[in-house]
């Protein structure tokens, strides 16, 4: 059991590492170079490329799954199932789902990332700088956990952690100073009492946010 338990770390630990990878803007950089022609369409092909080279790695952690390490009773895990669900179907309101698919930059020949949105904090945000990130980790933790799935969650909480950090410093690129200062405020993947922002200080962050950014154009 143990080779197979390793077997689907590397899985998910490959997963992550060509996610990152593909995410990344040197990676971006070189296909706009070398294959120009896919540019528009690089975040649609990105998110299709996630989904297809996710269904092995899920082949393999259930194929190989052990035998039941806990249970989570279920007043906790369909709680859990509830939040998880209404916090991102509530999430989706402040988001831009043609530009996060990549859909709207493929219409509108742009490049992966689209057009520079301005600094807007969701009410998750003010609590919680990676709603979706803190939301993936509510579900994970809260299910039965076999072998294979505690390695798999071990991993994926890994590359939230890893992968947040990387996105932070984009976007720390692009919003400046008060981006920065959001970070020292809001806790990054679970929240934290006393580490959250009034509606008034979010609104004040994102007045600076824009302010920043157009000093840097």
């Not at 070398?34 to 297809?52: D, E, G, H, K, M």
């Not at 689209?114 to 700088?129: D, Q």
Request: hydrophobic share 50%.
């Amino acid at each position: 059991m143990l080779i197979e338990l390793c077997l689907i770390a590397c899985a998910w630990l490959v997963y992550g590492v060509l996610h990152s990878v593909f995410a990344a803007e040197k990676f971006k950089s070189l296909i706009e170079r070398r294959w120009p022609s896919f540019w528009t369409a690089y975040r649609l092909i990105y998110n299709l490329l996630a989904i297809v080279l996710l269904q092995p790695v899920l082949w393999v952690t259930y194929q190989f799954q052990g035998a039941p390490l806990w249970h989570i009773p279920s007043w906790i895990a369909w709680p859990a199932l509830v939040i998880t669900i209404a916090g991102f179907v509530w999430s989706l309101k402040w988001y831009d789902g043609a530009t996060f698919l990549g859909l709207r930059q493929w219409r509108d020949q742009l490049g992966p990332d689209g057009k520079c949105e301005a600094f807007r904090l969701s009410p998750l945000h003010r609590y919680v700088r990676h709603p979706w990130y803190a939301l993936a980790l509510l579900l994970l933790w809260t299910r039965d956990l076999n072998a294979a799935w505690l390695v798999a969650a071990i991993i994926i909480t890994l590359y939230f952690i890893i992968g947040s950090r990387l996105e932070e410093n984009k976007l720390a690129a692009h919003y400046g100073s008060a981006y920065r200062r959001y970070c020292r405020r809001v806790s990054g993947l679970l929240p934290i009492p006393g580490r959250s922002l009034s509606v008034d200080e979010a609104r004040m962050l994102e007045s600076q946010a824009h302010q920043d950014f157009e000093t840097m154009r």
